[in-house]
């Protein structure tokens, strides 16, 4: 059965809340352009069917408070209640109010600044970025902007990505007016570094890599990457998608990195998904600096403040100084486990996801690219099985899929990320699910899932034909 949604439980004139009549005419503080010419089109409900609308709602979604999440080089760890109450104590702030009245969230967001530069060696950040794809975008932007005031702009007209980068890599670099150009990976899963020395030159601007890389894998050639690149005038880049297995162990910067960018919502448990909030802060080397977004939070004699001179900056890239209340939720999660808490998060995420690899080798799953892995590992089903199908009787099962086909070099993909977060229990019963699912015939395979709220949808004309808005003009 589907769910109405809220404009189909509309009925005319019913309120659950009722404006005060003193409101004063919009006219007298917005000008005549901006107003509207009809009252906007919202649904008319009591509060009753609102509430039930949307706690009915709820109970139909899947997400880490109700099951295992193992979205491969998404993070999906546990999101603690603690941060929420930390989120309240700045509830009644406003982004226009004077930075002198709000001391304690410019050092919270100053302190942040200092944790996170420590934790991956970076010399400057800022927080602005909306998001990791967003961060990607103002990171490649920095990079663009040091090339130009060097001069090198026009010649300096390529970005260079594995082939198991993430997409947004070579989509970021060519939002920012690069020619992407992909490196192919070696037999051990790494990046196959000759290939790469045959690509430098003075045309290439940027390397994007991940590091552990997509098959959960740490290049281990990292620090050869960097001298090779340096020596070629060429800025690495640093897609913080999967810090998380290294979290207070290594450190980008160390290794050779010029920018960094940060997932708030994976790393440091920021809750994610379904669009957001994100916060995907940029950290670079002091090279790098300058071309930083604005303003910065800085610390003076005075207090701390908004820093907006910096002359030579790519300019603003979101409004305000970015997604506050996750920067407040990451900053707790820092304080709360300090150095040697991260130290140790990171750590049992790499224990929990080798102990599930071995679990599914041994259910009859095969792992391609079986090194020693990191956060994550990339497995592949038996022959004769498609992974699309084993995604869906995972849903049957009670389980949220893995990320499926991807990366793109393994066919049949189950990108699996179990994270620090869930117990040894919980990875077995995953591990058993996915046995079970090599027992079950085609047929009911095919079928899957059969008591979901949604059974199997038609992804192929959810992708073609949308339909995203509930008017049909």
């Given amino acids: 059965m589907s769910y109405p949604l809220i404009f189909e439980r509309s009925r005319p004139g019913r309120r659950g809340l009722r404006l005060v009549e003193e409101t004063p005419e919009a006219s007298r503080y917005i000008p005549e352009k901006f107003l509207r010419k009809a ?3 919202l649904p008319e409900v009591d509060e009753l069917t609102l509430v039930r609308h949307y706690t009915g709602l709820s109970r139909r979604q899947v997400g880490v408070d109700t099951t295992f999440y193992p979205l491969g080089s998404c993070t999906m760890k546990y999101n603690p209640k603690l941060h929420e109450e930390a989120v309240r104590l700045f509830a009644d ?10 001391q304690g969230a410019l050092e919270l967001m100053w302190q942040l600044s200092e944790y996170l530069k420590a934790l991956t060696g970076m010399d400057a950040i800022t927080l602005e970025p909306a998001a990791g794809a967003h961060g990607e975008l ?3 932007l920095i990079i663009r902007a040091y090339h130009e005031d060097r001069g090198e702009g026009k010649e300096r007209r390529v970005v260079l990505v594995p082939d198991s980068a993430h997409g947004s890599n070579p989509a970021t670099a060519s ?3 690069y020619q992407v150009k992909e490196v192919p990976s070696g037999p051990d899963g790494e990046v196959d570094l000759e290939a790469l020395k045959r690509e430098l030159g003075p045309h290439v601007a940027a390397i994007m890599l991940t590091n552990p890389n997509t098959l959960g894998l740490f290049e281990r050639r990292i620090l050869e990457i960097s001298r090779v690149s340096k020596e070629a005038g060429v800025q690495l880049y640093y897609d913080g998608a ?6 207070g162990w290594a450190r980008p910067g160390d290794m050779g990195f010029d920018v960094v960018h940060l997932n708030l919502h994976k790393t440091f448990t920021v809750p994610h998904g379904g669009g957001g909030p994100g916060s995907g802060p940029v950290g670079v080397k002091a090279h790098l600096a300058p071309y930083l977004p604005v303003p910065t939070v800085e610390r003076g004699e005075e207090g701390f403040y908004l820093n907006f001179d910096l002359p030579k900056s790519i300019g603003r890239v979101r409004s305000f100084y970015g997604n506050f209340l996750a920067l407040v939720r990451a900053w707790a ?23 599930l690899k071995e679990l599914l080798k041994e259910k009859g799953y095969k792992v391609p690219y079986d090194g020693p892995c990191m956060h994550e590992f990339v497995a592949q089903p038996p022959q004769g099985f498609r992974t699309l199908d084993l995604a869906k009787g995972l849903l049957e099962m009670g389980f949220h899929p893995p990320t499926v086909y ?11 990320e179990p994270t620090e977060t869930e117990s040894k229990e919980t990875l077995e019963a995953f591990a058993e699910a996915m046995g079970e699912l090599l027992q079950k015939p085609k047929e009911w395979l095919e079928g899957a899932p059969y008591s979901t709220p949604v059974r199997r949808l038609d992804e192929l004309r959810a992708n073609r034909s949308p339909k995203l808005t509930y008017f049909d003009e």
Avoid: C, W
């Fill in 39 to 41: 009252p906007p089109r």
């Fill in 242 to 247: 999967n810090l998380n297995a290294i979290m």
């Fill in 406 to 416: 991807f990366p793109l070099i393994v066919k049949e993909a189950l990108m699996i």
């Fill in 175 to 177: 939002m920012a007016g």
């Fill in 93 to 102: 702030l406003h982004p226009y109010q004077d930075p002198k009245t709000v």
């Fill in 138 to 140: 103002t990171g490649i």
């Fill in 333 to 355: 999660y820092i304080r709360t486990l300090g150095l040697k808490g991260l130290k140790k998060a990171a750590a049992l995420s790499v224990l929990n996801a080798r102990y």
